[in-house]
Nanobody, 118 residues
């Protein structure tokens, strides 16, 4: 059974930092591209950052220079370091895993709430 379990969300003041973690089980983590998405109320889910199995990364323009995605294949975990947080970063953040195994396989975590407010 595949599980992606996010943690690290919470309430933070503007300008603060949070580190999200996503622990994966039931997959060969190292072959999966991993991503963080977010969805604010009334908005579509959007890609925040992605890191491929080979280690290359890409970011949404709105978070470049503030967020950093990384992975630890030994721990089957992907991280999102979020600095200089803004109120507009408030959303539910979801972890995503995708790879071509027997066809394309994609999995989602349950989400973790991030609220940026004074």
């Amino acid at each position: 059974q595949v599980q992606l379990v996010e943690s690290g969300g919470g309430l933070v003041q503007p300008g603060g930092s949070l580190r999200l973690s996503c622990a994966a089980s039931g997959i060969i983590f190292s072959i999966y591209d991993m991503g963080w998405y977010r969805q604010a109320p009334g908005n579509k889910r959007e890609l925040v950052a992605a890191i491929r199995s080979v280690g290359s990364t890409n970011y949404a323009d709105s978070v470049k220079g503030r967020f950093t995605i990384s992975r630890d294949n030994a721990k089957n975990t992907v991280y999102l370091q979020m600095n200089s947080l803004k109120p507009e970063d408030t959303a539910v953040y979801y972890c995503n895993a995708g790879a071509y195994v027997l066809g394309y396989e994609e999995y989602w975590g349950q989400g973790t709430q991030v609220t940026v407010s004074s």
